[in-house]
């Protein structure tokens, strides 16, 4: 199994493809960190799945001070996973190497949107807006997907759907 072209991915929301063009992946960046306000609930069948309300944190002069907890981080890059690849996305080392981490879902293919990973700080930290956080790798598939991703979070994060 081989690794997708990252390239395919470089689109006008990048704000610096020369930067953030790596050489396994491409960097995403924070556009909105958000904290949780309540309980969620998931089931099954998702017929009981209840995502927890959240809110935006202010940024004060384009930066975040967090302090210890969980975080829901929207990258301000607009990304489509190719029909023949999924997604997964990867802290930066230097996110970790100072108290924090970075986990995500894998994005099946076809995934369009701004998609949202969970931040989580362990010891207090200064984010600036557009500061680079994760990394996107793309994994090339062995075999044709059946479908491609038709979930409740195509086009998440203002993404228009594709006709």
Do not use: C
């Not at 395919?8 to 050489?23: E, K």
């Not at 557009?130 to 090339?140: M, N, P, S």
Request: without cysteine.
């Amino acid at each position: 199994m081989g690794i997708a072209d990252p390239r395919v991915l470089i689109n006008q929301s990048f704000a610096d493809p020369g930067v953030q063009l790596q050489p396994a992946g491409v960097d995403l960046t924070v556009g909105e960190v958000m904290v949780f306000e309540e309980e969620g609930e998931l089931d099954f069948t998702n017929q009981r799945r209840r995502l927890p309300e959240h809110r935006s944190l202010p940024w004060e002069r384009e930066k975040l001070r967090l302090t210890p907890g969980a975080y829901l981080v929207r990258y301000r890059e607009e990304v489509t996973i190719p029909p023949d690849a999924m997604g997964i996305i990867l802290p930066r080392s230097s996110l970790m190497r100072m108290g924090a981490v970075l986990y995500s879902a894998v994005w099946d293919p076809g995934y369009r949107g701004r998609g949202v990973g969970l931040l989580a700080v362990f010891h207090p930290l200064t984010l600036h807006r557009g500061a680079r956080i994760g990394q996107l790798i793309l994994i090339r598939l062995a075999f044709d997907p059946k479908q491609l991703y038709r979930g409740s979070y195509q086009g998440e994060g203002g993404v228009p759907e594709q006709v």
